[in-house]
């Protein structure tokens, strides 16, 4: 069974750090495509960071030069790590699987999006003034 | 940066009715990058469709998706108890965004 188990929340104070954990099983961070979605109290969802197989590494405009991305082979463990914490940060936080599957179409790889499948748990990042 | 807005933001109906929840972009996506999750309260979003129409692994026929361009549609063609939850579309043609969110509340 593919899961992800979340771990590293808590309550921060502003301008602090937080590391956040994403222990996958039944899967391969390294090989796949790797997500951080965060909920706000009583908010939608916000997409928050990503991490592709090739290593490269996208943020979303609200935490970028703040927040780091990065996964360990050999843990098989997806990590975020959140610097100068804001209060708006406060959220419980997701990691998920960015699911792409490669078809070969005339001797071409092509990656198509099959949704983030597979999510983690949740975990509460808690950021006071 | 694509924006989706879905319509309405909440949704009575009764078990047995059909729902259908709408999400447009500000500019047009290829259907490949639209996916649909469902949310219940305290737990994570699982996903619904993907490539705009394909329903995810183990989800009810009930369940349908549609659309191109910068229109996409969910449907629940007869709904269940369970399935009274906040619903959102999302897509990755272009970074990550996903909507505001639409509930889906008993009346």
């Known amino acids: 069974e593919e899961q992800l188990v979340q771990s590293g929340g808590g309550l921060i104070q502003a301008g602090g750090s937080l590391r956040l954990s994403c222990a996958a099983s039944?899967?391969?961070?390294?090989?796949?495509?790797m997500t951080w979605v965060r909920q706000a109290p009583g908010k939608g969802l916000e997409w928050v960071s990503a991490?592709?197989?090739?290593?490269?590494?996208y943020y979303a405009d609200s935490v970028g030069g703040r927040f780091t991305i990065s996964r360990d082979n050999s843990e098989n463990t997806l990590y975020l790590q959140m610097n100068s914490l804001r209060t708006e940060d406060t959220a419980i936080y997701y990691c998920?699987?960015?699911?792409?599957?490669?078809?070969?179409?005339?001797?071409?790889?092509?990656?198509?999006?099959?949704?983030?499948?597979?999510w983690g748990q949740g975990t509460t990042v808690t950021v006071s003034s | 940066e694509i924006v989706l807005t879905q319509s309405p933001d909440t949704l009575s109906l009764s078990p047995g009715e059909r729902a259908t929840v709408s999400c447009r972009a500000s500019q047009s996506i290829s259907v490949s990058y639209v996916a649909w999750y469902q949310q219940k309260p305290g737990q994570a979003p699982r996903l619904l469709i993907y490539?705009?129409?394909s329903r995810a692994t183990g989800i009810p026929d009930r369940f349908t998706g549609s659309g191109s361009g910068t229109d996409f549609t969910l449907t629940i063609s007869r709904l269940e108890p369970e399935d009274f939850a906040v619903y959102y579309c999302q897509q990755c043609a272009t970074s990550y965004t996903f909507g505001q969110g639409t509930k889906l509340e008993i009346k």
């Open positions: 998920a699987r960015d699911l792409r599957v490669k078809v070969w179409l005339s001797g071409v790889p092509n990656f198509f999006y099959n949704g983030m499948d597979v």
């Open positions: 039944g899967l391969f961070v390294t090989s796949s495509y």
């Open positions: 991490i592709y197989s090739d290593g490269t590494t």
């Open positions: 490539g705009a129409s």
